[in-house]
């Protein structure tokens, strides 16, 4: 196998065809069940930051998504049965809408909501890992930045979001899983900290576009 391998596919059923352990850890960001596959907004903020929201976006291109499906529903309870079973280990991004395990080794997101704006202060990520609450800090779209990073995915993740989870609980060869890649930040990140990965995407247009994204952003470095 090549160290990053994209398909184009359900994972669910790909699950089913590995054996136990057979991934070191899983770090996956299953549909939280909310809606936001398109056009859907997800920015709540206080009056106050309106205007100062506004002036930022202002002359700058806003990112446009085209409406899908998959944010309808959680993933069944087989899904839950299948990735515990093929992988030692699991992050779960979106963690609080699932009915997972006791842990006390949350990740918390904070998105820096004194600098910027955002749906919320911040995400959480249920981890299998015996190991306090870590939390990483990054800031999307705000004050301090001058341009909006383009984003390809209405839920895209920022690869040093994954780069952070590859750095503190996972080791450099190991064998990754993501079952809904979306933009495929983790294929970025896994690349460049030399971690092996597996990762699935169903949807043939977001697939494509992971695809060309990582061919372009891993060539630059070869450039280089
Ligand atoms: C929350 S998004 C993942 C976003 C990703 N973490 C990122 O950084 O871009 C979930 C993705 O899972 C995909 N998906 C939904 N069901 C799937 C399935 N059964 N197998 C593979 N991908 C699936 C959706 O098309 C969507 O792109």
Same mark, same amino acid.
């Given at each position: $196998?090549? *160290?990053?391998?994209?398909?184009?596919?359900?994972?669910?059923?790909?699950?089913?065809?590995?054996?136990?352990?057979?991934?070191? @850890?899983?770090? @996956?960001?299953?549909?939280?069940?909310?809606?936001?596959?398109?056009?859907?907004?997800?920015?709540?903020?206080?009056?106050?930051?309106?205007?100062?929201?506004?002036?930022?976006?202002?002359?700058?291109?806003?990112?446009?998504?085209?409406?899908?499906?998959?944010?309808?529903?959680?993933?069944?309870?087989?899904?839950?049965?299948?990735?515990?079973?093929?992988?030692?280990?699991?992050? @779960?991004?979106?963690?609080?809408?699932?009915?997972?395990?006791?842990?006390?080794?949350?990740?918390?997101?904070?998105?820096? $909501?004194?600098?910027?704006?955002?749906?919320?202060?911040?995400?959480?990520?249920?981890?299998?890992?015996?190991?306090?609450?870590?939390?990483?800090?990054?800031?999307?779209?705000?004050?301090?930045?001058?341009?909006?990073?383009?984003?390809?995915?209405?839920?895209?993740?920022?690869?040093?979001?994954?780069?952070?989870?590859?750095?503190?609980?996972?080791?450099?060869?190991?064998?990754?899983?993501?079952?809904?890649?979306?933009?495929?930040?983790?294929?970025?990140?896994?690349?460049?900290?030399?971690?092996?990965?597996?990762?699935?995407?169903?949807?043939?247009?977001?697939? *494509?576009?992971?695809?060309?994204?990582?061919?372009?952003?891993? $060539?630059?470095?070869?450039?280089?």
């Amino acid at each position: $196998m090549t *160290d990053i391998e994209l398909i184009h596919g359900d994972s669910l059923q790909a699950l089913k065809g590995y054996t136990d352990n057979h991934f070191d @850890v899983a770090i @996956v960001d299953p549909p939280y069940g909310l809606g936001f596959d398109g056009e859907k907004t997800s920015m709540t903020i206080s009056p106050n930051m309106e205007s100062e929201r506004k002036k930022f976006w202002k002359g700058k291109k806003v990112n446009q998504y085209t409406k899908k499906d998959w944010d309808k529903e959680v993933p069944p309870k087989e899904y839950w049965d299948e990735l515990f079973r093929v992988s030692k280990n699991q992050i @779960v991004w979106g963690g609080n809408h699932f009915e997972l395990p006791q842990s006390r080794g949350w990740i918390f997101w904070d998105k820096k $909501m004194d600098k910027g704006f955002s749906l919320a202060d911040g995400e959480l990520a249920w981890t299998s890992f015996d190991k306090g609450v870590k939390k990483f800090e990054y800031l999307w779209a705000g004050f301090k930045k001058k341009k909006p990073i383009k984003r390809i995915h209405p839920t895209q993740k920022p690869i040093d979001l994954y780069r952070f989870c590859l750095k503190y609980y996972t080791c450099e060869g190991d064998l990754i899983l993501d079952t809904h890649l979306g933009s495929g930040s983790i294929a970025i990140a896994c690349h460049y900290m030399k971690r092996k990965l597996i990762g699935y995407e169903i949807d043939k247009e977001y697939y *494509d576009a992971a695809c060309k994204r990582f061919k372009e952003q891993t $060539m630059q470095q070869a450039l280089w």
